[in-house]
């Protein structure tokens, strides 16, 4: 008869079980607990095993879900406004409607001289020819219209206002079919779920396949990526005086130069007071400061040598904030001949910082804006998942509550982690599909 020691064995037991509970409760892993916060602060955000992600849906990708008729219904040329990612989604949404009419796409027309006091467009930006044969089979379009139809100026139907339950088939259709040639400018609110697949199809292709920038911007594009160094972060910051004016929020501790700039940007548009702010603050409507964002960036253990590109626009306010702790930061304007720099409109400026944005070794953003959209989503395209949105409804909340020092720290990477693993802002949910890893 053997005799087995019962002491190694149980010994044995002992250590394997301590293995297995360091390793469930290591930042890691998703299972990591507000308990372990000298764990946490070893490793950056982006360590974190992600338990989903976003990729393109099979239906979309697949091919066309259905033949195009033989026979159009009219033309249709969408109207865009706004900035250059507000009028990328308004064309996006506008193709899919051209499919859902069954009508034969114009090229848009891109109202940007109210935005940025300029007169660039569509095929300033964009490269046609790879637009038109990349939307081959998906929807017709056409450079130019007939000369019957050319002469006229199309039948204006706007549908920015509409929100809720409107029907393009109810109320635009009989339009297309009376005048032939019709602009419209798509519903801010409709919901693209209730879109036939071959016309969510045609969006998708539209929004992630299709617009290729102009060869020219695309070089130049490329030439800013490769002076940046890397590997590199890019940082789209929202902190200018128009922005704080539209939010409505107060700060406290701002420069001089900063609140004589928001004030004259508010016009009627009055900051709420008392209760009522720090309700809208509670509901992440005010845009992080600079310094805010430092904050969360050590939160989430980014190292500060980290190399940052600023993805924004002029008019940055109180980016010491930020420079004063992360000192490799980076600009266009730095990075760009200042020729270059000072030839460019708004328009190219915005394309350069997306195309930037989606090639970045990692995104994070902190609004949840038109280009915020777009650019997580080129990257779940892309198979880049190092994207982040940072929470301004959780910094609210929590230093609401009093938090300071490393307990708010602490707070905030358990709030980003679960974001983050889970896949939270990685993209829409028009054209890609949760995929569980």
């Known amino acids: 008869m053997i005799a087995i020691s ?14 297995l509970l360091v ?38 990708l697949q091919g066309h879900l259905t033949a195009l008729p033989a026979k159009s219904n009219g033309y249709i040329r969408v109207d865009c406004y706004g900035g250059l990612n507000q009028m990328r989604r308004d064309f996006c949404d506008g193709v899919g409607i051209a499919r859902l009419l069954n009508a034969t796409l114009v090229l848009p027309k891109f109202e940007v001289a109210a935005y940025w006091n300029e007169s660039s467009g569509f095929a300033d930006v964009f490269d046609v020819d790879y637009f038109i044969q990349q939307m081959n089979g998906f929807v017709k379009v056409v450079r130019e219209l007939p000369p019957e139809i050319a002469s006229k100026e199309p039948f204006r139907v706007d549908c920015s206002k509409r929100k809720g339950q409107f029907d393009y088939i109810e109320s635009v259709l009989p339009s297309l079919l009376k005048h032939e040639y019709i602009s419209i400018t798509p519903a801010m609110s409709q919901r693209r779920d209730r879109y036939p697949k071959y016309a969510k199809a045609a969006l998708c292709q539209a929004c992630y396949s299709a617009l290729r920038l102009t060869r020219s911007l695309e070089k130049k594009a490329s030439q800013l990526l490769e002076a940046i160094p890397k590997p590199f972060l890019s940082l789209h910051l929202r ?6 004016a539209y939010s409505q929020c107060e700060y406290s501790g701002l420069s001089p130069a900063s609140m004589v700039a928001i004030e004259a940007a508010r016009g009627d548009r009055r900051p709420w007071t008392g209760e009522l702010a720090q309700v809208w603050r509670k509901r992440g409507k005010c845009p992080l400061t600079p310094n805010e964002t430092a904050f969360i960036f050590r939160s989430l253990s980014i190292p500060r040598d980290t190399n940052i590109y600023l993805a924004a626009g002029d008019g940055l306010m109180e980016i ?37 944005s989606i090639n970045s070794d990692s995104y994070v953003a902190t609004y949840f804006g038109n280009m915020d959209k777009m650019v997580s989503a080129m990257r779940a395209y892309k198979g880049l998942y190092k994207t982040l949105f940072l929470s301004r409804r959780a910094f609210a909340e929590l230093t609401s ?29 028009d054209c890609f599909c949760e995929f569980r890893l």
Not at 325 to 344: A, G, H, R
């Open 6 to 19: 019962v002491k190694p064995l149980f010994v044995a037991i002992s250590v394997f079980s301590i293995l």
């Open 23 to 60: 390793a469930l409760l290591s930042p890691s892993t998703p299972f990591s607990s507000s308990s372990s916060s000298s764990l946490a602060r070893k490793v950056d955000i982006w360590s974190v095993k992600r338990l989903v992600e976003w990729r393109p849906c099979k239906w979309w």
């Open 239 to 244: 902190f200018e005086p128009d922005m704080v």
């Open 320 to 356: 010491e904030g930020l420079t004063s702790l992360y000192t490799n930061v980076f600009s266009k304007s730095e990075l760009l001949s200042s020729e270059d720099f000072t030839n460019m409109h708004g328009n190219t400026k915005a394309a350069l910082d997306y195309y930037v």
């Open 401 to 429: 509550r009093g938090l300071t020092g490393k307990e708010l720290m602490q707070a905030l990477w358990v709030a980003h982690k679960e974001d983050f693993v889970m896949g939270r802002g990685s993209a829409l949910p």
